[in-house]
């Protein structure tokens, strides 16, 4: 009787922590990763030849904070967007499509402009060495809104106005959000 019942209970906290990490996905904490990987036309762009890394998507109530670490970049400016698509099969990257527009009526901005698409991360700034910290935030926006969307960094900065893509220039690297 004593053995039943002490299973019972394994049962039943083994049970609550599977609830408790189905209802997780959007809960704080909750995180998911972008792996970021040279476009394969990378070599057409010499001063961002092998541009790798991570950018981590945290959920924090209503908002998205994100954070990212990239290396290989030439020394400056490069914007960051998160694209419509995650198709990362033409070597240009084209196939990511424009910038994820969560309400799809948005110009391109940055990421502290009145109006801006939701994928609008600003720039990054790489330092002598190639490398770059990168840290923001998505207001009112879950996890689940990113999935099926990439992550792609371009050659140049962004100017944070011009449309549809502040004059970036071309997509050197990029990874999928699952
Ligand atoms: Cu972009
Ligand atoms: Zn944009």
């Known amino acids: 009787m004593l053995r039943f019942s002490s299973m019972a209970c394994a049962v039943l906290i083994c049970g609550g922590l599977i609830a408790s990490f189905t209802r997780a996905t959007d809960a704080p904490g909750a995180m998911a990763v972008a792996n970021i990987m040279p476009s394969k036309a990378a070599a057409t762009q010499p001063s961002n030849t092998n541009v790798t890394g991570?950018?981590?998507?945290?959920?924090?109530?209503?908002?998205?904070q994100v954070t990212g670490d990239i290396t290989g970049l030439s020394?400056?400016?490069?914007?960051?967007?998160i694209h419509e698509k995650d198709d990362m099969s033409d070597p240009q990257l084209k196939s990511a499509g424009p910038h994820w527009d969560m309400a799809g009526k948005h110009h391109h901005g940055g990421p502290d402009t009145a109006d801006h698409h939701a994928g609008d991360l600003g720039n990054l700034t790489a330092?002598?060495?190639?490398?770059?910290?990168?840290?923001?935030?998505?207001?009112?926006?879950?996890?689940?809104?990113?999935?099926?969307?990439?992550?792609?960094?371009?050659?140049?900065?962004?100017?944070m106005k011009t449309d549809p893509a502040g004059n970036s220039g071309g997509r050197v690297a990029g990874g999928r959000l699952k």
Do not use: R, W, Y
């Open 127 to 159: 330092d002598d060495s190639g490398k770059a910290h990168l840290t923001g935030v998505i207001h009112n926006a879950k996890l689940d809104d990113l999935k099926g969307h990439s992550v792609i960094v371009h050659a140049g900065e962004d100017d």
């Open 75 to 81: 020394p400056g400016k490069h914007g960051i967007h």
């Open 54 to 64: 991570t950018v981590t998507f945290t959920q924090s109530d209503a908002d998205i």
